[in-house]
């Protein structure tokens, strides 16, 4: 009798498992809903379907990962929309890349809590998971480390006696303060109170004293060299503009930017008439006639006409002034 009622119960604990949700391919509530394990004020969530267990598996990191990815985007399309000249949105990038790989690292601790074989369409699902408080102590690391940075560049700053350390100064705080934000943006979706950290010092602030310390630096546009080109001095002088200077006369200036323009006809190729500008511009102090800094730039434009191909090419320079030389002077700065 004895053997019977352990039989007997043996039995009925086999159907009851035999009988059970999963075992009848019941769908896990993590599934479509959040899960009882894994909350979502305690951890971060993401899902993937695939064919293969390790597609899904890889399917739930990717979904997981593009929570970060996603916000680091949408802080760089706004950075972007405060830059003022080309070369600065390359900045932005630069920086945004700098983020993304640091977060790299922070998503790199994402493990894969559950999976599951649908019966019925034979699709593996899988589950990944990212701690909120291993995520957030990660991003708080980083952004300890750029608010420091920061503070130095801004310290810097108060102490630059030249205007122009002082715009590279302000430049560097700048390009920290970037970085800074996708961080920023990473932690909020991290902390649930969505808050992160505040900046020590705002980007819209730095950007201003950019701006105005730019309008403070008197700059003299000077032709040295043309190539017979009377539109190389307007060209010269509307550079130092969308850089953000004020171009002043020679008796009122502390620098002088000094042009010089040289054109080279290349000759016809396969019907087209090309011309090579090659542009060089020094910056020196007007009482010492000390250079500050050099720069040379080649550009080539083509055209039916010899006489269109050297307007393209004034055109081609006009746009190089636009979205380098303000990049170009403030790295004159170190010298």
Not at 95 to 114: E, N, P, R, Y
Not at 156 to 180: C, E, F, H, M, N
Request: glycine letters at 6%; a neutral charge.
């Amino acid at each position: 009798m004895k053997f019977v009622r352990n039989y007997c119960s043996w039995f009925f604990i086999a159907l009851s498992l035999a009988l059970s949700p999963l075992a009848l391919g019941a769908q896990p509530s993590w599934i479509t809903g959040e899960s009882a394990e894994y909350s979502n004020d305690q951890y971060l969530i993401g899902r993937g379907v695939g064919s293969t267990e390790e597609e899904a598996k890889n399917r739930a990191r990717g979904d997981l990962a593009q929570i970060f990815e996603v916000r680091i985007e949408v802080v760089n399309q706004d950075i972007t929309t405060v830059a003022k000249s080309g070369k600065k949105e390359q900045v932005d990038k630069l920086s945004t890349q700098q983020v993304s790989a640091k977060t790299d690292k922070v998503v790199s601790g994402i493990s894969i809590a559950k999976t599951w074989r649908d019966p019925v369409s034979q699709d593996f699902h899988a589950l990944a998971v990212l701690p909120r408080a291993q995520a957030s102590a990660s991003l708080r690391e980083e952004l300890a480390k750029i608010d420091d940075e920061l503070q130095q560049q801004m310290k810097a700053t108060k102490a630059a006696g030249d205007p122009l350390l002082k715009v590279a100064a302000l430049t560097q705080a700048l390009q920290a303060s970037v970085k800074r934000d996708g961080f920023q943006a990473s932690l909020k979706v991290v902390d649930p109170s969505g808050q992160g950290v505040q900046a020590p010092i705002s980007q819209a602030s730095v950007q201003k004293q950019i701006n105005d310390t730019l309008k403070g630096i008197r700059i003299a546009p000077e032709v040295v060299e043309d190539a017979d080109t009377k539109e190389f001095a307007s060209i010269l002088k509307g550079g130092l503009a969308s850089a953000g200077f004020l171009a002043s006369n020679s008796a009122a200036a502390d620098l002088v930017l000094e042009g010089k323009l040289t054109l080279t006809d290349l000759g016809v190729r396969d019907g087209w008439n090309w011309v090579r500008a090659t542009v060089e511009v020094s910056l020196v102090e007007k009482e010492s006639r000390r250079v500050r800094g050099s720069q040379t730039w080649p550009v080539k434009a083509s055209a039916h006409d010899p006489k269109t191909a050297r307007s393209r090419a004034l055109i081609e320079v006009e746009k190089l002034f636009k979205q380098e030389l303000r990049s170009t002077i403030i790295g004159f700065a170190a010298n």
